[in-house]
């Protein structure tokens, strides 16, 4: 009888002692500030670079800033700086792009220095992508190299969960993103203890980059789109259906991806593969304008800020084109991440639902647009939820989208993803 009151007996899961907890604070608090400073760092030192570029530049030879011709001038010079970069700095700019997720690889100190170049340049130049993939990496790099240096009986493993949550909280402005995704990781990991005990010291770093972030460049993401009220029946229905658009539309970019890859790849090297990447890119702005370039952050905030400046037709294109933009960026060798970039299709997606039917409200448009293909892209659910959510600050958007990303990520799971293999085959 006691054997069976034992073997009925709920298991209860030992709680961490904070005694275990506390030393973790300060290294934690560390790697948060210095990996959020090195993110704006880049930034800043990029946004200032691509004003000498696309304004000065032009101004003084007297060229349209966004003119066909200086688009692709500087595509192309761009893949030229990045690919010498990528050619003859030592480290090579770490591995191929596009075998790199949000989990990053631990780097040698020595890649770190032309990871960074070529992320600067990168983001500079125009290329659609953002920083969050490279400047991961660096941060992890950089947190174990120092980390290890530092507090050398630390188990190995903390440093880079401390840098990819630090960097997450930097790059959102919130600890919430990275608890999210560390949450995802860990549901998909055998770990002992409660779930709160292992996210204390990742939380802590990502709560001090958020607030560093916050204090030295106050990003935002709220798009002031129109408010929206009470969520109804039209707009479940509108939500789930943009949403799942959304999906199909990255999982065009996703099955893209290997053979755009393989085709640049047969160039063989950088200095071809590259600038060729440019020649295409500069194609694809002279079709899609100059909205199209760059991370996209900016520009979703500009297509925002006038619903209905653009045609349902114009808002196709850039959806088209960027999400093309973004699979040549990835494929022929730039150094950059996909959430950005996925967040711009979202939102032109997004805009055009509304232009075409005018019923959907913008926010109901853009935030399912994004949700939609960010799962697709990421194929990480509480990141998509938590980007789609930021943009639109209403608490009847998050109940649509919780409903509207069961269908969407029913088009998605268990189907390859944006990210290949060392033998150029997609992960799945």
Not at 47 to 67: F, H, K, M, T
Not at 130 to 135: A, D, K, L
Not at 242 to 259: I, S
Not at 337 to 352: E, H, N
Request: aromatic residues 6%; contains cysteine.
């Amino acid at each position: 009888m006691v054997q069976d009151s034992a073997r009925q007996a709920p298991s209860v899961t030992p709680a961490t002692p904070a005694r275990a907890l506390l030393p973790s604070i300060l290294p934690a608090l560390a790697v948060g500030v210095i990996c959020s400073l090195l993110l704006v760092g880049v930034e800043v030192a990029a946004e200032q670079l691509e004003d000498v570029l696309w304004q000065n530049l032009p101004d003084a030879l007297g060229i349209g800033r966004y003119s066909v011709a200086w688009m692709f001038v500087m595509l192309v010079s761009t893949g030229i700086a990045v690919g010498l970069v990528v050619w003859k700095v030592p480290g090579h700019a770490g591995p191929d792009p596009a075998t790199l997720g949000l989990d990053a690889p631990v780097l040698p100190p020595v890649v770190l220095p032309g990871l960074v170049l070529a992320t600067a340049l990168m983001l500079a130049g125009g290329p659609s992508l953002g920083p969050e993939n490279p400047i991961i990496a660096v941060n992890v790099g950089l947190a174990v190299w120092l980390g290890g240096k530092a507090i050398p009986r630390a188990p190995g493993r903390i440093w880079p969960a401390l840098a990819e949550a630090a960097t997450l909280g930097a790059l959102f402005g919130t600890p919430v993103a990275a608890a999210l995704v560390i949450s995802e990781v860990l549901a998909r990991q055998e770990t002992r203890g409660l779930l709160w005990d292992n996210l204390f010291a990742p939380l802590t770093a990502a709560a001090a980059g958020s607030l560093t972030a916050s204090l030295v460049d106050h990003p935002s993401f709220d798009l002031d789109l129109p408010p929206f009220g009470q969520p109804g029946w039209s707009d479940l229905l509108a939500s789930a259906v943009v949403a799942c658009v959304g999906a199909l539309l990255g999982m065009c970019a996703v099955r893209a991806l290997p053979y755009v890859h393989s085709a640049f790849k047969r160039l063989r090297h950088p200095m071809l593969m590259l600038p060729a990447g440019g020649v295409v890119l500069g194609a694809l702005a002279a079709v899609g304008g100059h909205l199209t370039l760059f991370k996209g952050l900016d520009e979703i905030a500009e297509l925002a800020h006038d619903p209905d400046g653009w045609s349902a037709g114009e808002f196709a294109v850039m959806t088209v084109v960027k999400l093309a933009a973004l699979v040549v960026a990835a494929s022929c060798g730039f150094r950059g991440g996909r959430i950005f970039p996925a967040v711009f299709v979202g939102t032109a997606l997004g805009l055009c639902a509304h232009a075409l039917v005018p019923g959907v409200h913008p926010s109901v448009g853009v935030s399912a647009g994004v949700l939609g293909v960010l799962l697709a892209i990421t194929r990480q659910g509480w990141i998509s939820l938590f980007v789609a959510a930021v943009l639109v600050i209403s608490p009847g958007i998050l109940a649509l989208l919780c409903v509207a990303s069961l269908p969407a990520w029913l088009l998605v799971t268990g189907r390859p993803q944006m990210q290949l293999r060392t033998d150029g085959t997609s992960v799945r």
